[in-house]
């Protein structure tokens, strides 16, 4: 059992509105601020895993990322900068609470969350440990190498020449969309997602943020953060070799999780996926925040 508090926190000048879940069980306890999916809220996988893991003994933080569902900010729009300060002040809130052991805080990322929690942890020495589950680790290097350079930088100018346009996040019958395809749409367009402070359209700008954006990079500085990666053999949306180059990279403690999934989607909220996440993601917490660390 756990116990759900509604919060807003401040996070350089934009409210981020989040919910807070406490065991409900005498602390202090370990916690983690979760990140999720492109566009995604806090009602949605984010907060799916926070409850489980909240269940399983942690103090879970699942909150909206600036210019979605019920914060401030831009709407709409992907500022990868801006999130990860959402985390920043995610991770300050959590150290600052009087039932959450400052020193046992983590970070656990789904989806494109997944490369922004390891940025974060990269350059937070606050964060003793983090985990991506089906993990966006983007690379600009990587989709330039995979498109050519030529047609990645044409990309790049179509996203900026109309940066300010709104699009659909995702749309049916292969329509132009953010996340294009019937895969997405199966998930956000669907009851599957439902969520009352979800909308159905991005920045077209977001797109060129999401192709700039350099997660895979923070390998290198994850030495000292326990690391944790859970990835279906399978995905279509997150490169399972985005993945295996973070994990290769990373030098410290390390563990990877393959689950054999057939969509990218189904750790969003299909089981038995989920389950074994959440377990193996648990486990890990338990073996990284340890309580006689403090």
């Known amino acids: 059992m756990s116990v759900t508090e509604r919060l807003e926190f401040w996070s350089d000048g934009v409210i981020i509105v989040g919910e807070l879940r406490t065991p409900d069980a005498e602390g202090p306890h370990a916690a983690v601020a979760l990140s999720g999916p492109f566009t995604g809220v806090k009602e949605q996988v984010v907060g799916h895993y926070a ?8 103090a ?20 990868t900068q801006g999130k990860l300060a959402d985390l920043r002040a995610a991770v300050s809130l959590l150290a600052a609470r009087p039932e959450i052991d400052a020193h046992r805080i983590g970070l656990v990322g789904v989806c494109l969350g997944g490369g922004y929690v390891m940025r974060a942890a990269a350059t937070d020495p606050r964060v003793k440990a983090v985990a ?34 709104l699009i659909p996040a995702v749309a049916p019958d292969g329509g132009e969309a953010a996340m294009a395809g019937e895969e997405p749409y199966s998930y956000y367009g669907t009851e599957r997602s439902a969520a009352e402070h979800w909308s159905n359209e991005v920045t077209r700008g977001s797109l060129h943020s999401l192709m700039t954006f350099d997660a895979l990079s923070a390998a290198d500085l994850l030495a000292a953060t326990p690391l944790l990666v859970v990835h279906g053999k399978i995905d279509d949306y997150c490169a399972p070799e985005l993945a295996e180059r973070l994990y290769e990279r ?15 989607v189904d750790l969003y909220d299909v089981e038995p996926h989920v389950k074994k996440a959440v377990e193996e993601t648990a486990l890990f917490l338990r073996e990284s925040l340890p309580a006689t660390s403090l």
């Open 250 to 264: 990373a030098t410290g403690a390390k563990r990877a999780v393959w689950l054999d999934c057939e969509r990218h």
């Open 51 to 58: 409850e489980k893991l909240a269940e399983a003994g942690f």
């Open 132 to 165: 991506g589950i089906a993990g966006a680790y983007n690379s600009p290097a990587y989709f330039a190498e995979r498109m050519g350079i030529d047609a990645y930088r044409a990309a790049l100018g179509v996203f900026l020449s109309g940066y300010d346009d």
């Open 60 to 79: 879970t933080l699942a909150f909206d990322h600036r210019g979605f569902g019920e914060s401030g900010g831009r709407h709409g729009h992907e500022d």
